[in-house]
């Protein structure tokens, strides 16, 4: 079945760092979206990406699809204690029929 | 943004009872709903997939008498969780997803303890 992976699992960085979390797909993708999930909150829908290589920002955020479709990527710039949480990519396959969520990756940030 | 609200928040039951969780989407209509496990610091685990009016669709290994899923209107579904026992303890999950968006929206979850 679909595969989404996603790295590191874990990343600490001192404030005004940058972080880049990456995800990989085993199949192509329709397209991909990008959650927060704040601790003990909630999954919050941050951004979709359907394009071939398709960049899209949002203030310090930065993501991006790969050519292939099968790869994406979230950066953020200058990080800052807002930014903790755990950020899932959500890849979505049209002949599964569904999205299959990677394991997320969990930022800290030391002021 | 798009609401979805899960009721109840927290629950704890005795081993061998039914626990129901609601599921509604507050302004949207929301044609899919899922449902996911948490278990701490772990990903989401996907449980079901329902569509209004339909049976819902299990996932490998998730056992659907176990597991009741209703999405009887286009604004709630309904997790039962029948003879619960202790391994069922989580975080449960839902979201919605309306029309021919892919974006899902949360709920924020309730946490099962099961004694």
């Known amino acids: 079945g679909q595969q989404v992976m996603q790295i590191p699992q874990y990343q600490h960085v001192q404030e005004g760092e940058d972080f880049t979390t990456y995800c990989n797909s085993s199949?192509?993708?329709?397209?991909i979206q990008w959650y927060k999930q704040r601790p003990g909150g909630h999954p919050v829908f941050l951004i979709q990406?359907?394009?071939?290589?398709e960049v899209k920002k949002q203030k310090r955020l930065t993501f991006q699809f790969g050519e292939a479709k099968k790869n994406s990527s979230l950066h953020i710039t200058a990080t800052q204690t807002t930014d903790v949480g755990t950020y899932f990519c959500?890849?979505?396959?049209?002949?599964?029929?569904?999205?299959?969520f990677g394991d997320g990756t969990t930022l800290t940030v030391k002021p | 943004g798009a609401v979805v609200s899960q009721h109840p928040s927290r629950v704890i039951c005795k081993s061998g009872t039914s626990v129901k969780i609601e599921c509604r989407s507050l302004?949207?209509?929301?044609?899919?709903m899922f449902w996911y496990r948490q278990f701490p610091k772990k990903s989401l685990m996907l449980m079901a997939t329902?569509?209004?009016?339909?049976?819902?669709?299990?996932e490998q290994g998730v056992e659907k008498d176990k597991f009741l899923i209703n999405h009887a209107s286009l604004t709630l579904s309904t997790l039962t969780v029948t003879s619960a026992h202790p391994e069922d303890s989580s975080f449960y999950i839902c979201?919605?997803?309306?029309?021919?968006?892919?974006?899902?929206?949360f709920g924020p979850g309730t946490r099962l303890t099961v004694t």
């Open positions: 979201s919605a997803r309306g029309g021919q968006q892919y974006e899902q929206y």
């Open positions: 199949t192509t993708l329709s397209n």
């Open positions: 990406l359907v394009k071939s290589g």
């Open positions: 959500a890849g979505h396959n049209t002949n599964a029929g569904k999205s299959t």
């Open positions: 302004d949207f209509q929301a044609t899919t």
């Open positions: 329902s569509n209004e009016g339909s049976k819902a669709t299990y």
